[in-house]
């Protein structure tokens, strides 16, 4: 059973343009949202973290959303850039980050 | 070496070799994680170290023998695998309980 749905599989953004991911929860106990970025060779580092006392998170160009609800959380990138082309997962965890469950990663490609 | 190294960065293995692969943190840190990575599919957690107990085994096959020896290093001893074994092979680490993992490169591991 799959506890984190990430969609979408692959995205493809104009530079410039937004980018959007977004990930579906089941476990109503997880209280740590992290998204990685991963690059080709690398392995994936922490882009940007919410906890759900809150809706929403910016740093930089790099916003996520959280609607507590509909158990649902997304990234945005703002002005994409092809530097930003990489793989997205989100994830999920409860009490110590430990355990987190990750989303099966999207793949962005920015165009120049 | 800073961050989290990984050695060897690519292996390729039939399925009566018997190998390890290693792990080192520099950042201090004293838990440790594997991580098995396939493509599409959501990075696996397979074991936890903290202060060199394992604390966490997540139904992975007895193929896969963990060891942690102190909180800097860590290995993965690797036993009459299968070929839908083959995958990116991620070591993590984290100060105990907080929110951030620390991701090293990845082993790309083959099984003929």
């Known amino acids: 059973q799959q506890q984190v749905k990430q969609s979408p599989q692959s995205l493809i953004v104009q530079k410039g343009g937004i980018s959007i991911i977004n990930c579906a929860y089941e476990?109503?106990?997880?209280?740590?949202f992290p998204w990685y970025q991963q690059f080709p060779g690398k392995g994936p580092a922490l882009l940007i973290a919410i906890r759900p006392d809150v809706s929403e998170k910016k740093e930089g160009r790099f916003t996520i959303s959280f609607n507590k609800s509909a158990k649902q959380f997304s990234l945005h990138i703002m002005d994409s850039q092809p530097g930003d082309s990489a793989t997205y997962f989100c994830a999920a965890s409860k009490g110590s980050a430990r355990q987190l469950t990750f989303g099966s990663g999207t793949q962005l490609t920015v165009l120049p | 070496e800073t961050g989290v190294t990984q050695t060897p960065r690519h292996l390729v293995m039939g399925m009566t070799n018997k190998k390890s692969l290693k792990c080192e943190q520099h950042l201090g840190h004293n838990a440790m994680y594997w991580y098995k990575q396939s493509a599409k599919k959501p990075l696996e957690l397979m074991f936890v170290?903290?202060?060199?107990?394992?604390?966490e085994n997540n139904s992975v096959p007895s193929r896969f023998s963990p060891e942690c020896p102190n909180s800097s290093h860590l290995f993965l001893h690797l036993h009459t695998l299968q070929p839908e074994d083959s995958a990116l092979y991620l070591c993590?680490?984290?100060?105990?309980?907080?929110?951030?993992?620390?991701f090293g490169p990845g082993t790309r591991l083959t099984v003929l």
């Open positions: 993590a680490s984290s100060q105990d309980k907080a929110d951030t993992q620390y």
């Open positions: 476990n109503t106990a997880f209280d740590y």
């Open positions: 170290y903290n202060f060199k107990e394992q604390t």
